[in-house]
């Protein structure tokens, strides 16, 4: 486990109340524990006390444990060892969690961390220029049916894209958090099945989804459903003329990585291909973009993080033009 310490004292409070709401909560909670049990009360008081500061400062543990008549150190005991409590000052419009445990990552979590990297800091836990966004990776936050997704405060953000997120994040940073709707952000009633319940369903409604399933089976020529051969028939083949010319290794290739949508991973096959520049990107026409997208079976992806574009900034003038052009870094 990592070592988490007090933030440093430049920016310590020097003390710490409850407001006059939470005082009145705080009270009532300690209450509700048998009498010489009330330390048992810490956790949700620094809870509180995090919500109602945005973290949990020396000035708020020393005056949690006076409040609980403990020792500081069982306190800061508590504090350092909950990942749960931010140590640190974060955004104070937001703090953005993205889960990277391994139903999201198989999702797209990789993309969220570089929307977070750009929009809010290239490192977890810093805050942006005016100190409004913040964001860190955390481990499972028990959405998996709904991978990839956020935790902001109290609320889910589930089934996200990069470019839903950079939306979410844009609405934080103007204030308007409240006006994004939280849960799935796709077309589905909480973990439900896309399209609609498929069970639990009326005797009547069950009979027509199954007749329509049925005729639409009936519809579709039968095929070889191997895996294998499924996914080689989506693959265009690598002779198709509208596959994009490559060319040799040069010396010093572009870092495709700067361009959103390209992982180490998508780099490598772009390399396979030949595709080692901006400037060849920037060049494909539609019909190569469409060969490309369906190799990568990224269903329209490349035109939705419009990769020539980005390309296009990136050949032209590097980090600079990306920035004058976006308005961000890439990545």
């Known amino acids: ?31 509700k524990y048998p009498e ?4 048992s009360a810490i956790i949700p008081l620094m809870m509180r006390a995090q919500e109602q500061d945005g973290w949990v400062t020396r000035a708020a543990i020393e005056k949690i444990a006076d409040m609980l008549d403990m020792a500081y150190i069982r306190a800061l ?4 060892f909950y990942t749960q409590f931010q140590l640190n ?4 419009r937001a703090h953005v969690q993205v889960c990277g445990t391994t139903p999201c990552m198989l999702r797209g979590a990789e993309g969220l961390i570089k929307v977070c990297k750009s929009r809010i800091h290239d490192h977890a836990f810093e805050r942006n220029a005016d100190g409004t966004l913040s964001w860190e990776e955390v481990e499972c936050q028990g959405a998996c049916v709904n991978a990839p997704m956020v935790v902001i405060g109290k609320d889910t953000y589930e089934d996200l894209t990069p470019a839903r997120l950079e939306e979410i994040i844009d609405a934080f940073a103007a204030g308007k958090g409240s006006e994004v709707p939280t849960g799935p ?7 439900a099945p896309e399209g609609g319940l498929t069970s ?13 399933k049925a005729k639409a089976a009936a519809e579709q020529p039968i095929a070889d459903t191997a895996p294998e051969k499924t996914e080689a028939a989506k693959k265009p083949s ?6 994009p010319a490559g060319i040799e290794r040069p010396a010093q290739p572009d870092d495709l990585r700067l361009i959103s949508g390209v992982g180490p991973k998508i780099e490598s096959i772009l390399h396979e291909l030949g595709i080692f520049t901006f400037a060849q990107v920037a060049s494909w026409h539609e019909a190569e973009r469409h060969w490309v997208d369906g190799y990568l079976n990224f269903k329209g992806r490349i035109e939705r993080d419009d990769w020539v ?3 296009e900034a990136l050949a032209k003038g590097g980090e600079a033009e990306y920035i004058k052009v976006f308005g961000k870094k890439p990545r």
């Open 185 to 191: 952000q796709i077309d589905r009633v909480f973990s």
């Open 238 to 243: 690598l002779d198709d003329k509208d596959r």
């Open 309 to 311: 574009r980005q390309a």
């Open 200 to 212: 639990l369903l009326s005797d009547e409604t069950k009979a027509k989804s199954v007749a329509a």
């Open 77 to 80: 005991e508590v504090a350092t």
């Open 89 to 92: 000052p974060v955004g104070t």
């Open 36 to 39: 010489g049990r009330q330390q």
């Open 1 to 31: 486990m990592s070592v988490r310490r007090l933030a440093e004292d430049q920016f310590q409070p020097a003390a710490f109340a409850f407001n006059a709401e939470n005082a009145v909560w705080a009270e009532k909670t300690i209450n």
